[in-house]
């Protein structure tokens, strides 16, 4: 019986891992032929973002979903949580993107070290250069809705049958690899994990959309207006991230004997090996390793 549970588990991990790397294929050529059919408009913010994000997520994904549609599906039970509840998960992620991004920024550092080069942040570039309102609409609004819907409402009810923690992990991870650089990896990762986990607590992905739109606005809204502002309010700015982030590493550790996670109706005798060695996410770990190599070779010959 557990070899039969590994067989539909491996099956069901390499079926997503395939749907994945589905929509990161689509996406990425999209992008690149509409970046050389229109290379005169990409100066405009509104057209960049639209060639940009659009056939990722209008074209690419529901393309890739089809991969999954007849798939089963377990959906979590439905629970409400309190403001209070959603107020300390808000400051738990808020702690996650800090630690994150701590990483991402030393993994740069490393590799700027061992390269003996220098990187430019693209992504940065891209939202100071975009103005605020295109960057409220595609990043804030329209990217948690996509991302939540795909990785969140796709992908964890076709695995959850295996249990919580491979679901919630292989979304988290392929969330985090399909960003493409070090600067994102790290944090989209960490954030992966607590939405995750939030759905199949909750199995209301609004929660986890809601609190992506508020991630999204700091990192597009409000550190670029930080930015362009005087040193006096970046330093302000600065010390209440730094004191939200302690914050929440605080209520992280103090609740940590709460998290629980469900094994599964079908629970794996080996999870690890299910996922890590299921075709479908080698080869997106593959396609996303070769994604990682050419975003910082552009990041190097942008500076």
């Known amino acids: 019986m557990e070899e039969l549970y590994l067989k539909n588990g491996r099956r069901a991990f390499s079926r997503a891992g395939f749907t994945v790397l589905l929509w990161l294929a689509i996406s990425t050529a999209l992008q690149y032929a509409l970046s050389l059919l229109f290379s005169g408009g990409m100066t405009n913010a509104w057209i960049r973002y639209a060639l940009t994000v659009l056939p990722e997520y209008l074209v690419a994904m529901p393309l890739a979903a089809l991969l999954l549609l007849d798939a089963p599906f377990s959906p979590p039970a439905k629970r409400k949580i309190s403001a209070g509840q959603f107020a300390v998960i808000l400051i738990v992620c808020i702690a996650i993107l800090y630690a994150g991004n701590l990483c991402g920024i030393l993994a740069n550092m490393l590799v700027e070290l061992f390269s003996h080069s220098r990187m430019t942040d693209l992504l940065q570039e891209l939202i100071v250069s975009s103005g605020i309102l295109p960057s409220i609409v595609f990043v804030v609004i329209l990217a948690p809705i996509a991302e939540e819907l795909f990785f969140r409402r796709l992908l964890i009810p076709r695995l959850l049958s295996f249990g919580e923690k491979p679901a919630v992990f292989f979304s988290a991870l392929a969330f985090g690899l399909i960003h493409g650089n070090?600067?994102?990896?790290?944090?989209?990762?960490?954030?992966?994990?607590?939405?995750?986990?939030?759905?199949?607590?909750?199995?209301?992905?609004?929660?986890?959309?809601?609190?992506?739109?508020?991630?999204?606005?700091?990192?597009?809204?409000?550190?670029?207006?930080?930015?362009?502002?005087?040193?006096?309010?970046?330093?302000?700015?600065?010390?209440?991230?730094?004191?939200?982030?302690?914050?929440?590493?605080?209520?992280?550790?103090?609740?940590?004997?709460?998290?629980?996670m469900s094994r599964g109706l079908f629970a794996l005798p080996n999870g690890k090996r299910a996922v890590y060695l299921s075709p479908g996410f080698v080869l997106l770990f593959l396609g996303c390793a070769a994604l990682f190599v050419m975003t910082t070779l552009k990041m190097f010959s942008a500076v």
């Not at 597009?220 to 330093?235: G, K, T």
């Not at 010390?239 to 605080?250: E, H, K, P």
């Open 182 to 260: 070090l600067s994102q990896f790290f944090y989209a990762f960490g954030l992966g994990l607590a939405f995750g986990f939030i759905f199949v607590k909750t199995g209301k992905i609004i929660y986890c959309v809601f609190i992506h739109m508020i991630i999204n606005f700091y990192g597009s809204v409000i550190a670029v207006l930080v930015l362009q502002s005087s040193s006096i309010i970046a330093i302000l700015v600065s010390f209440v991230m730094m004191g939200l982030a302690i914050t929440g590493t605080t209520l992280f550790f103090v609740n940590l004997r709460r998290i629980s």
